[in-house]
């Protein structure tokens, strides 16, 4: 009798002391999804900003460069595919992240065109408003690298935790998977050429 209480409660304080470490695991796994969700938000919410300055920006030098209108209208094409693509940060994938940069890489080159052409119009350059917005763009684009810049820590302390035995255990039984990161564009390894 005394040694079944023993062996019981040896089981007992065993199967606690399980459940706690799986239930602290298993937190601890949730709380960085949801920093994780958390952080993707602010990219998003940054993406948008930019995506809601396109249409003053293509109003505003649509009065001043009228025959540059296909500059402009790959401008609005970038911007709607880029309102298009939206993912769930609990179900983000390489395939789905490579879609996402890839349409919102359109959309920063169509912009960066239309900049470009702008060059030629002294009077829109000089013009408040046209300066206002491109300073709003030029402060949104680093704002979103450095939201980028955030996802991805986030994302490496998530997959960290998701991926370090015994985490890796609780993550797999319970459907917690690796994030992948922002990567950056192609090409953007090298630096651009310059010609006077």
Do not use: C
Not at 86 to 112: H, K, R, W, Y
Not at 172 to 181: A, E, I, L, V
């Amino acid at each position: 009798m005394k040694k079944s209480m023993i062996v019981l409660s040896a089981i007992l304080v065993a199967t606690a002391i399980l459940f706690f470490w799986y239930k602290g695991v298993f937190n601890g796994l949730v709380s960085a999804e949801e920093q994780l969700k958390a952080q993707w938000g602010n990219v998003e919410n940054q993406y948008q900003r930019r995506t809601d300055l396109v249409p003053n920006l293509v109003a505003t030098v649509k009065g001043y460069a009228g025959h540059e209108q296909r500059t402009l209208e790959s401008v609005i094409e970038a911007r709607a595919k880029a309102t298009q693509v939206t993912l769930d940060p609990t179900n983000l994938n390489e395939q789905t992240m490579a879609q996402f940069q890839q349409v919102q890489g359109e959309l920063g080159s169509a912009i960066n065109r239309l900049l470009v052409s702008v060059e030629a119009y002294p009077d829109l350059k000089a013009n408040e408003n046209f300066r206002d917005l491109q300073a709003q763009l030029e402060g949104t684009e680093n704002r979103i690298a450095t939201e980028r810049t955030r996802f991805n820590d986030a994302a490496q302390s998530y997959n960290r935790l998701v991926r370090r035995f015994p985490n890796n255990l609780v993550a797999g039984m319970s459907g917690f998977t690796q994030k992948p990161y922002f990567k950056s564009q192609e090409g953007a390894d090298k630096a651009p050429e310059v010609l006077f």
